[in-house]
């Protein structure tokens, strides 16, 4: 009696064997994935250079004469050497320091209210049931594709209106709107589990204690990349600035530096020394808070899908 059930037993064994066997040929798969990994590498090394050797470039030149600047054909090392003339003449031009503050001060200020209240925003659309809601979110996506530079005019008419010509304010609040950012935090708000807030809820917690003391601690990550973009987005913003001031004491530092190459004419030297300076805040930012950006971005899920 034990042999014949036995039988069925090694008739399931057999398959079993047979397809470990028929598993095994899957190394070309992996090597297939191994070139493809290659491949990316390479394309990526290729978009790294294309962004790189420019910058170089404009590095390289910022640091050489004017006369090496203008000189045909061009080559990376200058005859003369290199020198610091052109960042010299840059800043005994310009007012650097106070146009550096004035940038730094209405970028901060910007950043601050514009996280604020794109995560109070997004928190609204995420969670809360109004009426109205759903066509007020359609608004708010509709007015990423405004081109900015059809508000001016009138932005302009409402700052004159409220005497904010030639002040910080007026730099800041017409900034001080992100849709995109909202949209960017709803899509992270709708991840958070909800059952996180009810069993705040059950324990007592009202909505704005659960919005302090649980979404914006799991929110840390995409808070920090809304910020950074933020705050580059202000920072390199130059119409606006342009327009809305005149006082050369409150010129943002794109809007100086510019004043500065117009007044002198074309000197390519101090035109790539002065782009230099400016991007040089930009730079350390990305350097220090890189992974907060890439952590941010893959929270998102724009990363993967």
Do not use: C
């Not at 910058?55 to 090392?77: G, H, I, R, V």
């Not at 730094?104 to 601050?112: A, C, D, Y």
């Not at 805040?281 to 952590?295: A, D």
């Amino acid at each position: 009696m034990t042999a014949p059930a036995l039988a069925p037993t090694d008739d399931l064994r057999a398959p079993t064997a047979r397809r470990g066997r028929e598993r095994a040929p899957h190394k070309p798969g992996r090597s297939r994935f191994g070139v493809m990994s290659v491949v990316s590498i390479v394309i990526l090394v290729v978009m790294a250079a294309l962004w790189l050797v420019p910058f170089l470039w404009s590095l390289a030149t910022s640091f050489k004469s004017e006369a090496d600047a203008a000189a045909t054909p061009q080559t990376w090392l200058p005859a003369g050497g290199f020198t610091l003339d052109a960042y010299r003449a840059i800043l005994d031009q310009g007012n650097i320091p106070t146009w550096l503050f004035n940038s730094l001060f209405t970028s901060i200020v910007i950043t601050l209210i514009v996280v604020a209240t794109s995560a109070l925003v997004a928190y609204a659309f995420s969670r809360l049931d109004f009426r109205g809601k759903k066509w007020l979110y359609v608004a708010t996506i509709a007015s990423i594709i405004v081109p900015p530079q059809v508000l001016i005019v009138p932005l302009f008419y409402q700052m004159l209106a409220f005497n904010m010509v030639d002040t910080y304010w007026g730099i800041i609040l017409p900034q001080a709107i992100a849709p995109a950012m909202v949209f960017v935090l709803k899509k992270f708000f709708d991840q958070v589990p909800i059952e996180l807030e009810d069993a705040a809820r059950v324990d007592g917690a009202g909505r704005v204690r659960v919005f302090f003391t649980i979404l914006l601690p799991l929110s840390r990550p995409i808070l920090g990349a809304v910020s950074i973009f933020v705050f580059i987005g202000a920072w390199n913003n130059f119409l606006w600035p342009f327009i809305v001031t005149n006082d050369a004491s409150l010129l943002t530092l794109p809007v100086g530096l510019q004043t500065i190459k117009s007044a002198y004419g074309i000197q390519y030297a101090q035109n790539m020394a002065a782009a230099i300076l400016a991007a040089l805040p930009l730079i350390l930012v990305f350097l220090f808070f890189q992974r907060q950006i890439i952590k941010g971005i893959s929270t998102t899920g724009f990363g993967g899908q």
